[in-house]
C-alpha cells in the first residue's frame, strides 16, 4: 500500500489555476502504476476522477475503459485519456546507461498536483530560466531543471566534492481533487562508487528529502488557507512558480481549442 502525506482534509486546489479535475488533463500523458506492478490481475487506478483498470495480458499492457494510449516508460506505465496535446518528458540522462538507479515507493498526498510540482522545483534566486515547448529550463548553479507540462519535473545536480550526477524524475498523476499520487526515479552517476549499498542509502536519503517537502507542503497550505480566510488571497509566486502556471494555463487553452474542434 503507498505511503500516505498529507491527505487529511481537502485542500485549496486553485493555487496553480488547474485543478485535479481540469478536463485540460484527459488530454496529457500521466503515469498510473509502477510496470513492475502490474500483472495479470487487474489493477485499479484513479486518474481526474475517473478510473481504469489496468493489467497485463501476454506481456502487453492494456486498460479498460480503453483510453488514447497507454506506453511503458522508464519503469512506469503511462495512460492518456484522450488524445495527448503535449509529449511526455524526454532527456539524456533517464536512458544513461552509465547510471544506477531504482523507483521509491510511490506516494500519496491531498495537494493538487500542480502544487506538489511547484514545490519540487522551489524558487531559486538567480536562476536561468528558459521556456521550451510545452515547458522551461532552469540552470541555477550545479542544478539544472526541466519542467514538462502538466506535471512531470527533472532535477540533475553534480556534487562538487564527488563528482557524483544524481538525476530524479518525478511524475505526479492528478487522481481526485484532494489526491495526487507522487512517483520519483533516482538515478546516479558517479566517480566509481557503486553496488547496492550506495544506492540503498541514497534512495533512503531522497525518500526522506520528498517525504519532507511534502508534509512541510502540507502545512503550509494549511497556513495559506487560514490567512486566506483572514486576509484574502495568498502571495503570488516567485519567477520559476509564475512560469510554470502561465505553462499550465498555455495547457489548458490549447486542449480547450482540440474540444471545440472535436465537438
Known sequence: ??????????????????????????????????????????VQVMLVGRLW??????????????????RERWGLVWL????PVTEMLDDPE???????????????????????????LGERAGAQVSPEPYGLRAVHGRHRYRFRAPFQLLHTAEAADTGVVRTVLCAVAPESLASSRLY???????????????LDRELAAEEAVRDQELAALHE???TRQALAAMAGPAAEPGPLGAMLRRELRRLVERATIVDLQAS
Request: net charge positive.
Open 53 to 70: 483498470a489496468v493489467r497485463r495480458i501476454s506481456g502487453r499492457v492494456v486498460a479498460d475503459p480503453v483510453p488514447y494510449g497507454l
Open 80 to 83: 492518456a485519456p484522450r488524445e
Open 220 to 222: 503550509a497550505s494549511r
Open 1 to 42: 500500500m503507498d505511503a500516505v502525506i498529507g491527505s487529511s482534509g481537502q485542500l485549496p486546489a486553485d493555487t496553480t489555476d488547474v485543478t485535479n479535475l481540469d478536463p485540460a488533463l484527459l488530454r496529457t500523458w500521466h503515469p498510473v502504476a509502477l510496470a513492475e506492478q502490474v500483472g495479470a490481475a487487474p
Open 184 to 198: 520519483t526515479r533516482v538515478l546516479l552517476r558517479g566517480d566509481g562508487r557503486a553496488g547496492s549499498a550506495w
Open 94 to 120: 533517464l536512458v544513461d546507461r552509465r547510471a544506477i538507479g531504482a523507483w521509491l515507493p510511490p506516494v500519496r498526498t491531498g495537494a493538487p498536483a500542480g502544487l506538489v510540482v511547484e514545490t519540487l
